[in-house]
């Protein structure tokens, strides 16, 4: 599930120098994972959780990570996880149902590293037989809610979020190639 990408990365607005590397992390990556999430800042972390978080929440959180029936993919900037996608099933092993979230670092976002995590956690979600997959939005997250778009969600709004939907084809040869 590796796809290095060496050298200059393209953006929307400029080249960004960094070294990137999309790839599925691993349990004995699980500290990685945590730091990755302690770092976010408040905005980001309200962006990502739906309400601000604490330092012991986050720890509990990724604590709870099933690394068996879920997924959790990195986005490696210069050899340090900035970003992460993860994939977390609902109900049994053979559920059909999952959820995802995204999360960049402040200084990594507006450079497409989103998106492209997102189109990579859906195949990883289509792969693993998922046929719909979940999505909570902060109301004021035009980041996710154009990701959403991108990936043609069916969104509504709810309380102070936007619930999204997106339904998933299932894996062909293809996808499975794509991972």
């Known amino acids: ?94 559920s059909r149902t999952g ?5 960049i670092e402040s200084p990594f976002q507006n450079h497409g590293l989103g998106s492209l995590l997102a189109r990579r956690i859906v195949v990883i979600a289509r792969n693993r037989r998922i046929a719909t997959l979940s999505m909570f939005i902060a109301a004021g997250n035009w980041r996710m809610r154009s990701i959403a778009q991108k990936l043609g969600a069916r969104m509504a709004f709810a309380g102070g979020q936007i619930e999204v939907e997106l339904t998933l084809d299932p894996a062909t040869a293809v996808t499975l190639a794509e991972e």
């Open 1 to 94: 599930m590796s796809t290095p990408s060496a050298g200059l990365t393209l953006s929307r607005s400029r080249i960004t120098p960094w070294k990137v590397a999309i790839r599925a992390l691993r349990l004995c990556e699980h500290e990685h994972f945590v730091r990755h999430l302690l770092r976010l800042d408040g905005l980001t972390r309200r962006e990502r959780f739906g309400r601000g978080v604490s330092d012991d929440w986050i720890a509990r959180y990724a604590a709870e990570t099933d690394w068996r029936r879920g997924a959790v993919l990195g986005c490696w900037i210069d050899g340090t996880l900035r970003g992460a996608a993860e994939l977390r099933r609902y109900g049994t092993s053979s």
């Open 99 to 103: 959820e995802t979230a995204l999360s």
